[in-house]
């Protein structure tokens, strides 16, 4: 048998252990690991010594800013900087404009996608205010639901006990996952400066949206999903209910890695919700994830915006930081320095996800599942926003010394990215809309 292509002498992590094999990739999938020697032929050869063979990350947190703010990201940039990133799929959050509460705009999201398109990319809805006129044809084609209780997607949207449960009741009946956005503050709370802002959105009204929602929760069997944790007692109330196998949570690398006494905040180039908190919180999220499992993945939320907007002053500059490429860098740094375990890396970054979305073909590095693959070779380099492909080029990392760069990205089967450059076009690799299944 000749299959398409063989990654020849790689390293892949086995059960913890780095060993050296080549991974046999045909018509999408990975066909076989074989050990050297042993491999079928192959129409074409990846020599992968010294390098590591991973499963591609799958970022289920992403705000690709189509359809009408493509000046500040759109579905081309933004996936070529999943690709560079090392990011195989990711999933767009439903906060664009206009925002995801209708089939005709996901309709025109999935189109944009498709043609755009180096990666694979799944979508999530909006909840309109009105329930009933949800449109039950978009399940099909999208992931979980996405709210935002301070900053509704519809106008005088009221997260009470009520909105919530209905809210759940609707995830409950499609099977999908009800993420949220854990903030209790109000869409006419403003700042008058900074430590006002950081009241404003504190650990207590995190922990409050949680609570709220943990409590209209106890009479459904939904699944609810706490996007980026940001403070220790969030964990700390998410590991008292996790035995509910309905509890899901995730971080992002910067509320692990950065905290807010780190910058001066003098404009928005460390400015996001939640906002960066206390060192202790951040080593205690660390800790959530990787010892305690508290928390199931890592996610970027890349939220892109104008060098404009975020070099303003703080109190106006906007919220949200690029992350697509530096979560592999970031998070494989923890792996090589010995802080974070291949299995927990594997989790958190590529199964856990996987498995939260329902999306059972992805997210290993084994026979039958999609070869969304990227190669990685261990390597010291500092972040520099300029580099990034996404257009989003303000980080708080920059300069940050890492030890791990993505050489090349595989997308179903297809060679996307390789040394620093496109190889193919957009449209050709990968799946739009992802799906459950
Ligand atoms: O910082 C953020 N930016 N937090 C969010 O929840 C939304 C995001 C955005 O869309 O810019
Ligand atoms: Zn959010
Ligand atoms: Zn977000």
């Given at each position: 048998?000749?299959?398409d292509?063989v990654?020849?002498?790689?390293?892949?992590?086995?059960?913890?252990?780095?060993?050296?094999?080549?991974?046999?990739?045909?018509r999408?999938?990975?066909?076989?690991?074989y050990?050297?020697?042993?491999?079928?032929?192959s129409?074409?050869?990846?020599?992968?010594?010294?390098?590591?063979?991973?499963?591609?990350?799958?970022?289920?947190?992403?705000?690709?800013?189509?359809?009408?703010?493509?000046?500040?990201?759109?579905?081309?940039?933004?996936?070529?900087?999943?690709?560079?990133?090392?990011?195989?799929?990711?999933?767009?959050?439903?906060?664009s404009n206009?925002?995801?509460?209708?089939?005709k705009v996901l309709?025109r999201?999935?189109?944009?996608?498709?043609?755009?398109?180096?990666?694979?990319?799944?979508?999530?809805a909006?909840?309109?205010?009105?329930?009933?006129?949800?449109?039950r044809s978009?399940?099909p084609?999208?992931?979980?639901?996405?709210?935002?209780?301070?900053?509704?997607?519809?106008k005088?949207?009221?997260?009470?006990?009520?909105?919530?449960k209905?809210c759940?009741?609707?995830?409950?009946?499609?099977d999908?996952?009800?993420?949220?956005?854990?903030?209790?503050?109000?869409?006419?709370?403003?700042?008058?400066?900074?430590?006002e802002?950081?009241?404003?959105?504190?650990?207590?009204?995190?922990?409050?949206?949680?609570?709220?929602f943990?409590?209209?929760?106890?009479?459904?069997?939904?699944?609810?999903?706490?996007?980026?944790?940001?403070?220790?007692?969030?964990?700390?109330?998410?590991?008292?209910?996790?035995?509910?196998?309905?509890?899901?949570a995730?971080?992002?690398?910067?509320?692990m890695?950065?905290?807010?006494?780190?910058?001066?905040?003098?404009?928005?180039?460390?400015?996001?919700?939640?906002?960066l908190?206390?060192?202790?919180?951040?080593?205690?999220?660390?800790?959530?994830?990787?010892?305690q499992?508290?928390?199931?993945?890592v996610?970027?939320?890349?939220?892109?915006?104008?060098?404009?907007e975020?070099?303003?002053?703080?109190?106006?500059?906007a919220?949200?930081?690029p992350?697509?490429?530096?979560?592999?860098?970031?998070?494989?740094?923890?792996?090589?320095?010995?802080?974070?375990?291949?299995?927990d890396?594997?989790?958190?970054?590529?199964?856990?996800?996987?498995?939260?979305?329902?999306?059972?073909?992805?997210?290993?590095?084994?026979?039958g599942?999609d070869a969304?693959?990227?190669?990685?070779?261990?390597?010291?380099?500092q972040?520099?926003?300029?580099?990034?492909?996404s257009?989003?080029?303000?980080?708080?990392?920059?300069?940050?010394?890492?030890?791990?760069?993505p050489?090349?990205?595989?997308?179903g089967?297809?060679?996307?990215?390789?040394?620093?450059?496109?190889?193919?076009?957009?449209?050709?690799?990968?799946r739009?809309?992802?799906?459950?299944?």
């Amino acid at each position: 048998m000749t299959v398409d292509l063989v990654l020849k002498d790689g390293i892949v992590v086995v059960r913890d252990r780095e060993t050296v094999l080549s991974v046999s990739i045909d018509r999408g999938k990975i066909e076989g690991i074989y050990k050297h020697g042993e491999e079928p032929e192959s129409r074409k050869i990846i020599d992968s010594r010294g390098l590591y063979i991973l499963p591609g990350l799958i970022d289920m947190h992403v705000h690709l800013r189509d359809l009408d703010q493509c000046e500040k990201e759109d579905y081309e940039t933004g996936t070529m900087a999943a690709a560079a990133g090392g990011v195989t799929t990711v999933v767009d959050m439903p906060n664009s404009n206009p925002p995801v509460l209708s089939r005709k705009v996901l309709d025109r999201k999935i189109e944009s996608a498709s043609a755009k398109r180096y990666v694979n990319v799944g979508f999530y809805a909006g909840i309109p205010k009105s329930i009933p006129i949800f449109e039950r044809s978009i399940v099909p084609n999208i992931l979980g639901f996405k709210v935002y209780p301070h900053s509704p997607l519809t106008k005088g949207t009221e997260y009470t006990k009520k909105r919530i449960k209905d809210c759940l009741e609707l995830a409950k009946e499609n099977d999908l996952p009800l993420l949220f956005h854990p903030d209790s503050s109000k869409k006419d709370d403003i700042a008058d400066d900074q430590e006002e802002f950081f009241s404003i959105h504190s650990c207590e009204s995190e922990v409050s949206s949680l609570q709220a929602f943990l409590d209209a929760k106890v009479e459904y069997e939904a699944r609810m999903h706490v996007c980026h944790v940001s403070c220790a007692a969030t964990a700390r109330l998410i590991l008292k209910h996790r035995a509910e196998h309905t509890l899901t949570a995730e971080v992002t690398p910067h509320h692990m890695f950065l905290s807010g006494g780190d910058f001066a905040h003098d404009n928005g180039v460390a400015k996001m919700l939640p906002p960066l908190r206390s060192p202790y919180d951040s080593k205690m999220l660390s800790q959530a994830l990787c010892q305690q499992c508290a928390i199931d993945c890592v996610a970027s939320d890349h939220a892109p915006h104008k060098e404009s907007e975020k070099l303003a002053p703080f109190l106006e500059a906007a919220s949200g930081i690029p992350g697509l490429e530096t979560t592999l860098p970031l998070m494989l740094t923890e792996v090589f320095e010995g802080r974070l375990m291949w299995v927990d890396y594997l989790r958190c970054c590529c199964s856990g996800p996987a498995t939260i979305l329902g999306i059972s073909n992805k997210g290993i590095l084994a026979e039958g599942y999609d070869a969304d693959i990227v190669l990685v070779r261990k390597e010291e380099w500092q972040i520099k926003g300029a580099h990034f492909f996404s257009r989003a080029k303000i980080t708080p990392f920059e300069g940050r010394r890492v030890l791990a760069r993505p050489i090349t990205t595989i997308v179903g089967g297809e060679i996307v990215y390789s040394n620093g450059r496109f190889v193919i076009g957009p449209g050709i690799a990968g799946r739009v809309p992802v799906r459950k299944g």
